[in-house]
């Protein structure tokens, strides 16, 4: 059941929101000790939050499309006296004393917040095989990860556990759950959804965004969560868009770039094939598909990777003596970026803002990048390489060798389902559209998944 | 190449002998990929790192 179903439901009194959380629990019940996906679960707060929500609606109040709808926060996200651990031993028992933005908001709009997702610790990494609170598995395929490092939400979501999960999204952390698990994750545009109470991995390159089971249900999360807040300084008063359009099922005016360099490299031939015929599906509902040649995305990549690291590692800094608590990845990730130079971070900097206006004109001539996500299916749980064309690519770089450039540039980019690989695995879509067209970006999603009908989420 | 880990010395970064195995070839990718970018940069390239002062804060 998809968000837009269930409001259906809900606003015709054939369900209560009470039923649908208690529905929501029980499934989380059942399916955690097998998926993992939930660090804590906040089942009390959830039943108080359910109950007020079936008695504003009865009183005539409706807080709009989320309004008692079980939902998922990333254990990132602070929530007021619930423990927010950042998936790491260090913040294990951290309990804020206020909510992140996002969580004022969904909560403002009426979402019951049922629990907290796992991840990949401190959301430095792909797979959400943590350590500390054990890995997130897949509902495809339990041998295989759920992606990361917002895996917990993608678990979540494909499970049917919540309606929506959100995730952030540093370097892929947000599309490549999506695409592991078979769901919707978008990415909005650097500035458009506040950062405000969530704890950061990189000052500049964190971004938050829900996870769902359709496009039209991403477009209601992130009308409820998007919008100008002056506690996050990078935060935009760019207009909110209009994120739930009626027409969503012609492309007619839009220019779909199609790379004809580096996004068709290395990968699965079945990534390949299923991005191309969602290319051809674009072109016959009236969009206009343009061969284009990228910026060096390889190189904007090892710019992402050197900011990244700097900005990871100062931010933990304090805690790097406690070497023993964290995971050896993770301890990995961080001690690069201590051996990096001061000088390779500013010049990072200095090259972020040239391979911005490389893009910028790259957008002159489409509306919106088709890419996969990733160019494999999930990998196994502790599988550390791929293998392409006789070569060897590390787990991490390989799954975030699509996403990580569109992180540095700041544009927003979905993660749609498209296909599976021939072991059954779910495949993603990625359209990258320009500074904040997300309406754009969800309205091509939506026209795709109108024409080629959503996928069919595996029975638990 | 850079001496990873005489930096790592100098600087008492604390990482054990055991993880250099991994750790070096990694940073010596990373400096391989990223030293000839650098010869890109216009000279009055300004880096990407946002900071704003709001005249009605103290």
Redesign the interface.
């Known amino acids: 059941m998809t968000i837009l179903e269930a409001v259906r439901l809900l606003r015709t009194k054939k369900v209560s929101s009470v039923e649908l959380t208690q529905l929501s629990l029980h499934r989380i019940a059942r399916l955690n000790p097998r998926l993992n996906a939930f660090i804590t679960v906040t089942e009390e707060r959830a039943l108080s939050r359910a109950r007020q929500a079936d008695e504003e609606l009865a009183r005539g109040i409706d807080r709009g499309l989320l309004h008692g709808l079980p939902v998922a926060v990333k254990d990132v996200f602070s929530t007021k006296g619930v423990r927010t651990t950042c998936g790491s031993k260090i913040f294990a028992g951290f309990v804020p004393e206020r909510d992140a933005a996002v969580v004022e908001r969904l909560e403002a709009g009426g979402a019951v917040i049922v629990g907290k997702t796992n991840m990949h610790e401190l959301a430095f990494g792909v797979t959400s095989n943590n350590p500390h609170f054990g890995p997130v598995r897949n509902p495809w395929n339990l041998d295989r990860v759920a992606g990361g490092s917002s895996g917990g939400s993608g678990a979540a979501v494909a499970a049917g556990m919540v309606f929506m999960a959100m995730g952030s999204d540093t370097g892929g952390s947000i599309r490549i759950p999506a695409s592991f698990c078979g769901v919707t994750g978008l990415k909005p545009t650097f500035g458009r959804v506040s950062r405000f109470g969530v704890m950061p991995l990189d000052f500049?390159l964190d971004h938050m965004g829900p996870l769902t089971r359709s496009v039209r249900d991403a477009a209601v999360a992130l009308s409820v969560i998007a919008g100008y807040d002056a506690r996050d300084?990078?935060s935009s008063r760019d207009p909110v868009g209009n994120y739930l359009a009626e027409d969503n099922t012609s492309m007619r005016s839009v220019r779909v770039g199609v790379p004809t360099n580096y996004y068709f490299e290395k990968l699965d031939p079945a990534a390949e094939r299923s991005v191309r015929q969602a290319a051809k599906v674009a072109g016959e509902l009236g969009a206009e598909i343009v061969e284009v040649t990228v910026p060096d995305i390889?190189?904007i990549n090892?710019?992402g990777?050197?900011i990244l690291h700097a900005e990871a590692a100062a931010l933990m800094e304090p805690y790097?003596?406690r070497?023993e608590d964290f995971g050896p990845d993770v301890l990995?990730l961080l001690?690069?970026g201590?051996?990096l130079a001061a000088t390779?971070y500013?010049?990072?900097?200095?090259?972020?803002?040239?391979k911005?206006q490389e893009f910028i004109r790259l957008f002159a001539d489409v509306d919106c990048l088709f890419t996969p996500t990733t160019p494999t299916a999930a990998p196994r749980l502790g599988q550390a390489w791929f293998e392409f064309e006789g070569e060897k690519e590390d787990v991490r770089l390989s799954s975030t060798r699509f996403v990580r450039a569109v992180n540095v540039i700041g544009f927003p980019a979905i993660s749609v389902p498209c296909g599976l690989d021939a072991d059954g695995m779910p495949l993603g879509l990625q359209i990258i559209g320009g500074p904040f067209q997300e309406a754009l970006i969800l309205r091509v999603a939506s026209a795709l998944e109108t024409a080629s009908g959503r996928l069919r989420l595996p029975e638990l | 190449m850079k001496n990873w880990r005489l930096i790592a010395s100098g600087m008492n970064l604390g990482i054990p002998e055991t993880n250099w195995e991994l750790l070096a070839p990694v940073m010596d990718d990373l400096e391989a990929a990223f030293r000839p970018l650098i010869s890109l940069i216009p000279f009055e390239t300004e880096p990407a790192v946002i900071f704003q002062l709001f005249p009605h804060l103290p």
């Open positions: 500049s300084e990078t390889a190189a090892v710019i990777r050197v790097l003596r070497r990995a001690d690069q201590r051996l390779d500013v010049n990072a900097q200095r090259l972020r803002r040239l911005l």
